[in-house]
């Protein structure tokens, strides 16, 4: 039986096939789809709703401190408005990096996280010296990346109950209460059950 010299159905074809969107990208630390074409207003939008909702946070949590530290419900509004510029600053600057940079690189990883914290912690301490700018920007940019870099892993850790069950019988370990109680132990909860019953 002779072959076609070209098929019409070879690898790349069943791929474009099989994928409808040839342009979305796909990183290996990220199970995330990205869409690069995201219009710069977008962005924009999330950062203005992220501040938003950022600033009422702050003021919540600012608020909140300020009845703590027994400020009166008059004093706690100061420590409230410090508290709603802070959590602005930090969840729009954050937000707007992420944004932009999805948008730039294609891509939806840890770099982008480091780099929107580091921008944060400027942001945050903007009318500072040159050190606790750079401290500020490591910080938050270390911080960040670490965070999203577990969340990243986080779906990879996940197992059903049933999965674990199964490995812990297999591997041998031991159910939980499966060792036995010391006497001294036996006893005290012997006695303290008898005197249960008596009441």
Same mark, same amino acid.
């Not at 990208?25 to 709703?49: D, Q």
């Not at 100061?78 to 891509?107: D, N, Q, Y």
């Not at 999203?148 to 591997?171: D, M, S, W, Y």
């Not at 031991?174 to 005197?195: M, T």
């Given at each position: 039986?002779?072959?076609?010299?070209?098929?019409?159905?070879?690898?790349?074809?069943?791929?474009?096939?099989?994928?409808?969107?040839?342009?979305?990208?796909?990183?290996?630390?990220?199970?995330?789809?990205?869409?690069?074409?995201?219009?710069?207003?977008?962005?924009?939008?999330?950062?203005?709703?992220?501040?938003?909702?950022?600033?009422?946070?702050?003021?919540?949590?600012?608020?909140?401190?300020?009845?703590?530290?027994?400020?009166?419900?008059?004093?706690?509004?100061?420590?409230?408005?410090?508290?709603?510029?802070?959590?602005?600053?930090?969840?729009?600057?954050?937000?707007?990096?992420?944004?932009?940079?999805?948008?730039?690189?294609?891509?939806?990883?840890?770099?982008?996280?480091?780099?929107?914290?580091?921008?944060?912690?400027?942001?945050?301490?903007?009318?500072? =010296?040159?050190?606790?700018? /750079?401290?500020?920007? $490591?910080?938050?940019?270390?911080? #960040? +990346?670490?965070?999203?870099? !577990?969340? %990243?892993?986080?779906?990879?850790?996940?197992?059903?109950?049933?999965?674990?069950?199964?490995?812990?019988?297999?591997?041998?370990?031991?159910? =939980?209460?499966?060792?036995? /109680?010391?006497?001294? $132990?036996?006893?005290?909860?012997? #006695? +303290?059950?008898?005197?249960? !019953?008596? %009441?």
């Amino acid at each position: 039986m002779p072959t076609p010299a070209n098929p019409t159905n070879s690898d790349s074809d069943s791929e474009i096939e099989k994928n409808p969107e040839p342009n979305a990208t796909f990183t290996s630390g990220s199970l995330v789809k990205t869409n690069p074409s995201i219009p710069p207003l977008v962005c924009l939008v999330r950062f203005a709703g992220d501040s938003a909702a950022g600033a009422f946070m702050g003021s919540v949590f600012g608020y909140g401190s300020g009845l703590i530290q027994k400020k009166g419900f008059k004093g706690s509004f100061a420590e409230a408005g410090s508290s709603a510029k802070t959590f602005a600053v930090l969840s729009g600057v954050h937000s707007l990096v992420i944004c932009f940079l999805k948008r730039l690189r294609g891509k939806d990883d840890v770099i982008n996280a480091g780099v929107a914290g580091c921008c944060t912690g400027l942001a945050l301490s903007i009318p500072g =010296p040159p050190q606790a700018l /750079l401290q500020s920007c $490591l910080t938050f940019g270390a911080f #960040s +990346f670490i965070i999203e870099g !577990l969340n %990243k892993q986080q779906p990879a850790l996940a197992q059903p109950f049933t999965v674990r069950v199964n490995t812990r019988q297999h591997f041998g370990a031991l159910h =939980p209460l499966a060792l036995p /109680l010391p006497n001294e $132990l036996k006893d005290s909860f012997s #006695s +303290f059950y008898r005197s249960i !019953l008596r %009441k």
